[in-house]
């Protein structure tokens, strides 16, 4: 298992992004012992990790929802 760690809501979208566009299915994987949150993909053997506080400090995961998924109308709607 490939676990990436991240330390701002661009790296995150960064990296679960192309995971999200391939279609594959996304599962929890947060460490709440350790203040993380996180995702996991089905097939990628890739977890992508983010500090709660550095997830609060760094953006608002909405703002970057088209490069998480730019096919999804709803996306773009939440950005405007």
Known sequence: ????RVH???QYVNEIGPL?????TMYRADQPEDG???????????EVLISI?????TGDLI???E????TNP???????
């Open 53 to 57: 506080a550095e997830f609060k400090a």
């Open 8 to 10: 701002s809501v661009e």
């Open 1 to 4: 298992m490939k676990r990436i």
């Open 67 to 70: 490069l998480i998924d730019p």
């Open 20 to 24: 999200v566009q391939k279609g594959l």
């Open 36 to 46: 993380l949150l996180g995702v996991g993909f089905v097939g990628a053997d890739t």
């Open 74 to 80: 709803k996306a773009r709607r939440r950005r405007r």
């Open 63 to 65: 703002k970057y929802g």
